[in-house]
């Protein structure tokens, strides 16, 4: 039930290369916080060297290692870095997971000349154009690296496609010659196998080979104890049950993984699961868009229905919860940010609640860096599920569809009250509580006290959260709080 990560990154950071330095200082913090585990970003070098956010790999044997695409280090920092802040996190009890992104090459070495269809953008699925001559970006020779730790060279061969700009600035789709893309994807836009880039093709015995080889290599080198795996939808859903056991029989053996297959639509989700063996958890994000409706709906979303049709819901053993992330910040482009008024409700929602393992987004906790602030009450409520929180969840909801409410009974009692509208109040019945007296963390001057007979009626300010522990534990988290910085 204490399981909680955080995605240790936010897409508009400074290219300063410090975010590893930050990683290994902040470790301590973070597990006081009741951090289990940190995703850490792509590590790899990128196409825009020292600027790229990690999602347009080059190079993924470069850890910030060569002085490639105009900077030795990575955005984040370099290899030496990257392998102390993995190493202090572990020290402190936490599981590190490494950004994996597989589906893609971007900012190739050279040129190649083949033979390729035009594909229609809408549905790939269409030829537009039939074979015909084209130059495109697919040679990836690695100079600066010589061949350490890998002498594997990229080729148009190790591709199904890529995209173009012709002379006139218009940008086409492009398969090769001999190739057709993988059954085994989602069926938006006809077939989502291409995303960017030069298009991985999960159907050459070189590059599955390739693809083992370095996963060994990382897992080994590293020692990393899980991933984030990056764009499912355009994977073959085949191809991780094997990859994955394998990086288990080797390295540091990681154990957890955490994908990224976008859809709202939970059924979808369950189908992936289904066709990977269940070989991992999902991103929920049938659960990110409820909590994006309910914050936008003025009042008008029902709150009582937040968990229904939602992987969490469903399937707890295999979700992740989350409120927002990298992908859906402002100006991003999967951008439906949670209004921030409510934010602290939604993070109530996934962190003092059913779910197994929510994942705190980075700039939910430290702000972003272009103006949204930490979201209030997050480390309370983030020390309040790792030292308080059980899974002995009751629900205390009536018929008020605007209002949510529900208390974790134990030893350490936590009763959470919070609205979408107007001020709310609910009368809680617990006879074993009779004359205790309760704080409001968001509120501590709000101390209401459970009568002789066990009922005390708690409150919750208009569009706003309470959450409720007992007085002595209140003590306890002030005194604790003095250490979350």
Not at 173 to 193: A, P, Q
Not at 202 to 222: D, I, M, N, P, R
Not at 421 to 432: G, N
Request: glycine letters at 8%; aromatic letters at 12%; a negative charge.
């Amino acid at each position: 039930m204490n399981e909680t990560l955080i995605q240790y990154f936010e897409w508009d950071l400074e290219p300063d290369c410090r975010l590893w330095t930050q990683a290994q200082r902040q470790a301590p913090v973070l597990a006081r916080l009741g951090v289990t585990g940190v995703w850490l970003p792509p590590a790899y070098k990128g196409q825009g060297g020292s600027r790229d956010v990690g999602y347009g790999p080059y190079d993924l044997y470069d850890l910030g290692e060569f002085r490639q695409k105009g900077s030795i280090a990575t955005k984040y920092g370099t290899r030496k870095q990257y392998l102390s802040a993995i190493s202090a996190l572990q020290k402190r009890g936490i599981r590190v997971l490494a950004d994996i992104v597989l589906n893609h090459r971007m900012g190739a070495d050279k040129t190649e000349t083949l033979q390729a269809r035009t594909v229609d953008p809408s549905n790939r699925s269409r030829i537009l154009q039939d074979l015909h001559p084209v130059t495109v970006w697919t040679d990836y020779e690695f100079p600066e690296r010589q061949g350490k730790y890998s002498d594997f060279r990229w080729h148009w061969r190790h591709f199904t496609g890529t995209d173009c700009t012709d002379a006139h600035g218009s940008r086409s789709i492009l398969m090769f010659e001999g190739k057709t893309w993988n059954s085994h994807v989602s069926e938006e836009l006809g077939n989502f196998d291409y995303v960017m880039g030069a298009d991985v093709d999960f159907s050459s015995e070189e590059v599955l080979q390739e693809l083992y080889t370095w996963g060994k290599w990382y897992t080994e080198t590293t020692g990393v104890n899980g991933f984030r795996l990056d764009s499912l939808k355009s994977i073959d859903s085949h191809f991780f049950p094997q990859w994955l056991a394998a990086m288990h029989a080797t390295g540091n053996h990681p154990d957890l993984t955490l994908g990224e297959y976008w859809s709202g639509d939970v059924f979808v989700l369950k189908n992936y699961l289904n066709d990977c063996q269940r070989c991992m958890r999902l991103l929920d994000v049938p659960l990110h868009y409820h909590l994006q409706q309910a914050a936008a709906s003025n009042g008008h979303y029902d709150i009582r229905h937040l968990f229904n049709y939602t992987l969490t819901d469903t399937d707890p053993d295999h979700a992740a919860a989350f409120v927002d992330n990298h992908d859906t910040q402002p100006g991003q482009a999967l951008e439906s940010w949670v209004m921030d008024w409510f934010r602290p409700q939604a993070y109530a929602s996934i962190l003092l609640n059913r779910s197994r393992m929510p994942v705190v987004f980075y700039g939910d906790l430290y702000g972003l860096r272009r103006g949204n602030p930490p979201v209030p009450f997050l480390r309370e409520m983030m020390w309040i599920r790792a030292h308080l929180l059980t899974p002995n969840i009751v629900d205390l909801y009536d018929e008020d569809p605007q209002k949510a409410c529900w208390m974790a009974w134990g030893p350490h009692p936590v009763i959470v009250l919070f609205t979408i509208a107007d001020w709310k109040q609910q009368t809680v019945s617990e006879p074993r509580l009779a004359g205790r007296t309760l704080v409001d963390i968001t509120d501590p001057v709000n101390t209401p006290a459970f009568d002789r007979q066990g009922q005390v009626t708690i409150t919750c300010r208009p569009g706003g959260l309470a959450v409720y522990v007992l007085k002595e534990d209140w003590r306890k988290l002030q005194k604790a709080a003095g250490r979350f910085q």
